[in-house]
């Protein structure tokens, strides 16, 4: 059977996407431009300095390596005071019931995300005792869909990749759990993530039963 699960965090476990488009917007207002819901939706699983190139690239602006860093800085100090006041009510439906009965089950559990604040996120929420390993932003150098982030998340447990499966809502996050040699479940639409071996719309809708069942297909 598998032995562990890892999960990332922004649409999977919380959604801070929310919080993701408040700084970014106010940072794109400030440059001049506007940022919209739907070039949020693009910056999913996306790491910071990349998301930053995007939108620089959707206003038209060409900043330096300099200015791009005092830029993600600014954005991050917004985002970082916004996810302070996060509460244990922000936990998506269904996570924390799922990583009680994983570990209940004796199944090893990972974070894998892009994103370098996952540690506050998990500890405010929290939900940060649930987890064997963490893997985030500050530990990896290759963004997804490179497999590193999961790779290094099996590597933590000590579990063979073959044996583990990942939630992903990105379709990037998705091909890095495929790449690693993983089981998938995406978590979102079926027309949007159907490379994962599994699409449900929350993680409520998971337990030990489907995984067992989607590991042995
Ligand atoms: P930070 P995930 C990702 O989280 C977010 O989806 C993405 O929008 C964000 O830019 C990235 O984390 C980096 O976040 O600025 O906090 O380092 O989905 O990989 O958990
Ligand atoms: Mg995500």
Sequence with gaps: VFEACIFDLDGVIVDTAVYHFKAWKRLANELGFNFTEAQNEKLKGISRVKSLELILAWGGMEKSAEEQQILATRKNEWYVDMIHHMT??????????????????????????????????????????????????????????????????????GISPAKCIVFEDAIAGVQAAKAAGMKVVGIGEEDVLGEADLVVSSLEQIDLQTLTNLYSK
Excluded: C, H, Q
């Design 88 to 157: 244990p009510e922000e936990i998506l439906p269904g996570t924390k019931e799922l990583l009680d009965n994983l570990r209940a089950a004796g199944i090893k559990t990972a974070l894998g995300s892009a994103s370098k604040n996952a540690t506050v996120i998990l500890e405010k929420v929290g939900i940060l005792p649930l987890f064997d390993a963490l893997v985030d932003g500050n530990t990896v150098s290759a963004s997804k869909p490179d497999p590193e982030v999961f790779l290094k998340g099996a590597e933590a447990l």
